[in-house]
């Protein structure tokens, strides 16, 4: 009797067997990673929208407002809603003076391209430093022909969303497919919780200039190392030297916000009398559980010529 071939085995099966694996749960609206140890994101497929990312202890890092849209009638009022190709409201000319405030990335559903793990698990070494990374995808051809008579440029945006024991990264690659040149600007408008904004400073923009978008539009420097907030805050910050701002609670570290080839941060709270006026906002005193820190190329334009490729994004560590 012949010996039947067996079954092509992995190289390392117990180990791999035994290692726990990451879970990606994918439902008609949204995709979900958890770790084996426990931190999980959750990111709406409607403008690639991470919506939750929480560390092992269970502890929510993003602030979602309780009457944020998740279905898809308009843009997250929370989470990590991504500004492309336009920051703020368009300007009066150019190719981006049709568009909606803070581009269309935000308010379109993106595709889920797909999942990848890291080589620690994909090795099945169990050596706990597992990462999932998620990547969503959103091209011309997915657009409206409302928005693509407003913009009517080729381009691919690849968004990766990894989750790993140490953090969450958030990666925009942005491609000029077309075959004329474009400029755009980029942003992830994070929502960040905190506990109390009476008790929140920001560090990592000390000496740093920005367009304060309350007070006059005009440039200031940071004259103080810390930032605390106790009123509307609508800052720009530019050209920033140091990669890290972190947000610390009565002193101590709560978040950190690396950035990646990306030179400005928005710092933005809406404070009593604007968080009022948002429809979509609550509770209302909700304006001190949250602020933003935004990563972004928004002070000036980024321009691509056919083929070419840029990409930009953050790096967030959670110390609860
Ligand atoms: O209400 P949205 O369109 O989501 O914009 C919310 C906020 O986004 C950024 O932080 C801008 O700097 C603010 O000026 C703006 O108010």
């Not at 998620?134 to 690849?158: I, M, N, Q, T």
């Not at 990264?169 to 600007?185: A, I, S, Y």
């Not at 009476?198 to 420097?221: E, N, P």
Request: contains cysteine.
């Amino acid at each position: 009797m012949v010996d039947r071939p067996k079954k092509p085995t992995s190289l390392n099966p117990s180990a791999r067997s035994s290692a726990p694996q990451p879970t990606v749960d994918i439902s008609d609206d949204r995709v979900t990673a958890t770790l084996p140890t426990g931190e999980s994101v959750s990111i709406l497929l409607y403008g690639a929208t991470v919506i939750s990312w929480k560390t092992a202890s269970g502890a929510e890092n993003l602030w979602v407002s309780e009457k944020a849209a998740l279905d898809g009638s308009k843009p997250v009022r929370g989470g990590i809603p991504i500004v492309f190709p336009v920051f703020g409201p368009p300007p009066k000319e150019g190719p981006t003076s049709k568009l909606p405030q803070h581009g269309f990335a935000r308010s379109t559903r993106w595709e889920f391209l797909g999942k990848s793990s890291s080589e620690g698990e994909a090795q099945g070494q169990g050596s706990g430093d597992e990462s999932v990374k998620l990547d969503f995808g959103l091209y011309g051809a997915g657009l409206d022909e409302s928005v693509k008579s407003k913009w009517p440029y080729e381009f691919g945006l690849v968004y990766s969303v990894t989750l790993g024991r140490e953090g969450l990264m958030t990666v925009l690659n942005v491609r000029n497919e077309g075959d004329e040149g474009w400029e755009f600007q980029m942003l992830l408008h994070t929502y960040l919780r905190i506990d109390d904004i009476s008790k929140t400073t920001i560090s990592g923009l000390g000496s740093a200039t920005y367009i304060d978008k309350v007070l006059d539009a005009t440039t200031h420097t940071q004259s103080t190392p810390t930032l605390s907030i106790t009123s509307e805050v609508d800052r720009v910050y530019t050209g920033l030297k140091q990669d890290t701002t972190s947000v610390l609670a009565d002193g101590k570290p709560r978040l950190d916000v690396v950035r990646d080839n990306l030179e400005d941060t928005v710092v933005w709270n809406p404070w009593r009398e604007k968080a009022n006026a948002m429809g979509d906002f609550a509770p209302k005193d909700g304006y001190k559980q949250m602020v933003c820190v935004e990563v972004g190329s928004v002070a000036g334009w980024q321009r691509l010529e056919p083929g070419e490729t840029f990409e930009g994004g953050m790096m967030m560590r959670s110390y609860v």
